[in-house]
């Protein structure tokens, strides 16, 4: 299996979401022979840094300041690294969203609230 060594950082998403959703995304990956390897995690209290709710824009490729401010948010992640950060919401509502800074390899995550397994498409905005 290739491996994806990852980090995991939390916003105010509950840990046992996030556990949940972390089995979630294991499973979808060994399907295509990806090991996702959870190698450390921080809890990052929401705060103007790591918000709890974060707007990600369209999907232009493009990232928003609130992304950026979230993305620094990287104590011991090493330069290969993934980071999944996991939010309570996004703003227009995604089940993650994986554009992100240049050099800051990484993604945001809003955990699973049910034992389904993740959508393997991506997710489209009706609000």
Do not use: C
Not at 6 to 24: D, M, Y
Not at 33 to 41: A, H, I, K, N, Y
Not at 87 to 93: D, K, R
Request: charged residues 10%; glycine residues 12%; without cysteine.
């Amino acid at each position: 299996m290739n491996e994806a060594p990852g980090r995991w950082g939390a916003t105010a998403a509950a840990p046992n979401l996030v556990t949940n959703s972390i089995a979630q995304i294991q499973s979808l990956y060994s399907g295509v022979g990806v090991l996702v390897e959870l190698v450390s995690t921080e809890v990052l209290t929401p705060r103007a840094t790591a918000p709890a709710a974060v707007a990600v824009g369209g999907s232009s490729g493009k990232t928003t300041p609130a992304q950026n401010t979230l993305f620094g948010n990287r104590n011991g992640v090493g330069a290969n690294d993934v980071v999944a950060y996991f939010v309570t919401a996004t703003i227009p509502s995604f089940n993650g969203y994986a554009t992100h800074p240049a050099g800051r390899d990484g993604a945001i995550v809003r955990p699973l609230r049910t034992t389904s397994r993740w959508p393997t498409r991506s997710a489209t905005y009706s609000g």
